[in-house]
Nanobody, 121 residues
Framework: VQLQASGGGLVQAGGSLRLSCAVSGGTFTSYAMGWFRQVPGKEREFVTAINWRGEIYYADSVKGRFTISRDNAKNTVYLQMNSLKPEDTGVYSC????????????????WGQGTQVTVSS
């Protein structure tokens, strides 16, 4: 199973970005999909996840600003990020989990390479 994240970039505070994560191999509809972010010197942080039933979970820090969605026909999960803040800066990685869709990164089975998001103030 391979995950390819894209869509990162540099944006001013208050702006928007849309990340994509394309999944190849395996059965996409069997996976819960999550997004995590990390900055140097800090632990990887849960952002959001969507499971095979379409149930969605968000970290409190992004509720109301970020939206996760999945397109099963395209084997792709998206992360729409609005009202971005400088503290949203980090490397965003997508992950696929066979039996888990929560906030623990160690429980996900497959990871993409990450895409850099930088929010300037």
């Amino acid at each position: 199973v391979q995950l390819q994240a894209s869509g990162g970039g540099l944006v001013q505070a208050g702006g928007s970005l849309r990340l994509s994560c394309a999944v190849s191999g395996g059965t996409f509809t069997s996976y819960a999909m999550g997004w995590f972010r990390q900055v140097p010197g800090k632990e990887r942080e849960f952002v959001t996840a969507i499971n095979w039933r379409g149930e969605i979970y968000y970290a409190d820090s992004v509720k109301g600003r970020f939206t996760i969605s999945r397109d099963n026909a395209k084997n792709t999960v998206y992360l729409q990020m609005n009202s971005l803040k400088p503290e949203d800066t980090g490397v965003y990685s997508c992950a696929a989990g066979l039996f888990y869709s929560g906030s623990l990164s160690s429980e996900y089975n497959y990871w993409g390479q990450g895409t850099q998001v930088t929010v300037s103030s």
